[in-house]
């Protein structure tokens, strides 16, 4: 006999469903062209339904985001934590995930993300406890050789940062593919990061089937 769920448990299930709709519509389509009565079409559910859960659109999208978050960091933290994995093979995956994601969004979802300042909010805040084990990531790549001690890392974080903004804004995506664009930027940064040893490493990584490797090889 299939257990009925609770009131509780329905409106936590829906609101999960609520928002994968709705980070798959707004990725897709771009944010703007996505409306809340579109969600509770898609869902069978009234728009006074969502709007219930969630207050308004920047609501959802902020939930969307942090969920996306969530995932991507709980993802790598698993990877991380496996033995068999150095700095230069976390930092390649981590990118391996970031571009398998940007490849597969309609780039409008990015550039409109920047007129929500609550999501932008979380952005900056998020970049904050970032930048603590982001200093901790460099410290232990640059104690195991793989990375240059007299880079300022905090400095090429914010010039990295700056650069896929730009990449987005002057729409570079229309003239070359985003997977190349962020392939080839990735690469550059990387390269300038690593010592010798660091560049052996992600030279060696190419032969396992590595797509950024291999993309710029």
């Known amino acids: 006999m299939n257990k009925t769920a ?19 519509e707004f990725e897709a389509k771009g944010i703007k062209s996505v409306k809340m009565d579109d969600i509770a079409c898609l869902l069978s559910v009234s728009k006074r339904t969502v709007y219930e859960i969630f207050g308004n659109k920047e609501d959802l999208l902020l939930e969307c985001v942090k969920h996306d978050m969530d995932s991507t960091d709980a993802e790598m933290e698993v990877f991380a934590h496996e033995t068999n ?44 406890k970032r930048a603590v084990n982001s200093a901790s990531f460099f410290r232990k790549g640059i104690d195991q050789g793989y990375f240059r001690p007299e880079v300022n890392y905090e400095l090429i974080e914010k010039i990295a940062d700056l650069t896929i903004r730009e990449v987005m804004a002057q729409q570079l995506y229309i003239q070359y593919n985003l997977k190349e664009v962020f392939s080839n930027l990735i690469m550059v940064f990387m390269r300038g990061l690593c010592t010798s040893k660091g560049i052996a490493e992600l030279e060696k990584l190419g032969g396992k089937n590595n797509s950024l490797i291999k993309h710029n090889a």
Do not use: C, G
């Open 85 to 128: 994995h150095n700095v230069i093979d976390i930092m390649l995956h981590f990118y391996e995930v970031k571009m398998s994601r940007m490849s597969r969004i309609n780039p409008a979802y990015f550039i409109e993300l920047d007129k929500y300042p609550q999501v932008l909010k979380h952005f900056e805040e998020r970049r904050k």
């Open 6 to 24: 609770s009131p509780t448990e329905y409106r936590q299930q829906l609101r999960e469903r609520i928002i994968e709709a709705a980070t798959h």
